[in-house]
T-cell receptor, first 113, second 115 residues
Framework: DAKTTQPPSMDCAEGRAANLPCNHSTISGNEYVYWYRQIHSQGPQYIIHGLKNNETNEMASLIITEDRKSSTLILPHATLRDTAVYYCIVRVGSGGGADGLTFGKGTHLIIQP | GAVVSQHPSRVICKSGTSVKIECRSLDFQATTMFWYRQFPKQSLMLMATSNEGSKATYEQGVEKDKFLINHASLTLSTLTVTSAHPEDSSFYIC???????????FGPGTRLTVT
């Protein structure tokens, strides 16, 4: 799986959009970009994934650059409950796959009141 | 839907004893379950992959005789930490894979403290 690079931490004001970047310059053509988050002392939670088109669901939007070397996760109206560590993971196949996930260090997003 | 539970949520045991952690998929059948370990201020590390009815596959550096995994049914996998030592104290998290076109769903984790 391709390696990803994320900033270690970010702050965002409550109610504003949180934009979390991820670099994956060595991504292959058949690799998807996944985002998970982990709230303190809980198991990770799936957020969204995409291949090359922008994706949106009830939780977030995923913007992938045309060259697919980077992406941005957008939480449109951040709340205090969005404070968590966000992981960007690049892996082959959609649907999660039957392989274990490789977690990097992620970005610790802190939502400020 | 797609709920995964773990039991217990917290356990404290004495050095040298064994501890069993259960992972259950409550509303779906999981063809594959995964076990992860997370030390304080670190990221999750995959320990092993278990498929129902077959032997688990362990990641490099994980002792299979110390971390016994049993996946007896499509809804239950267990991790037994044998002869636990203080360095085994960690947050153990399981995930369950529902099958093609579904994501992995994570349990809430089990905090193990070995005294």
């Amino acid at each position: 799986d391709a390696k990803t690079t994320q900033p270690p931490s970010m702050d965002c004001a409550e109610g504003r959009a949180a934009n979390l970047p991820c670099n994956h310059s060595t991504i292959s053509g058949n690799e998807y970009v996944y985002w998970y988050r982990q709230i303190h002392s809980q198991g990770p939670q799936y957020i969204i994934h995409g291949l090359k088109n922008n994706e949106t669901n009830e939780m977030a939007s995923l913007i992938i650059t045309e060259d697919r070397k980077s992406s941005t996760l957008i939480l449109p109206h951040a709340t205090l409950r969005d404070t968590a560590v966000y992981y960007c993971i690049v892996r082959v196949g959609s649907g999660g796959g039957a392989d274990g996930l490789t977690f990097g260090k992620g970005t610790h997003l802190i939502i400020q009141p | 839907g797609a709920v995964v539970s773990q039991h217990p949520s917290r356990v404290i045991c004495k050095s040298g004893t064994s501890v069993k952690i259960e992972c259950r998929s409550l509303d779906f059948q999981a063809t594959t379950m995964f076990w992860y370990r997370q030390f304080p201020k670190q990221s999750l590390m995959l320990m092993a992959t278990s498929n129902e009815g077959s032997k688990a596959t362990y990641e490099q550096g994980v002792e299979k005789d110390k971390f016994l995994i049993n996946h007896a049914s499509l809804t239950l996998s267990t991790l037994t930490v044998t002869s636990a030592h203080p360095e085994d104290s960690s947050f153990y998290i399981c995930s369950a894979y529902r099958g093609q076109n579904y994501e992995q769903y994570f349990g809430p984790g089990t905090r193990l403290t070995v005294t």
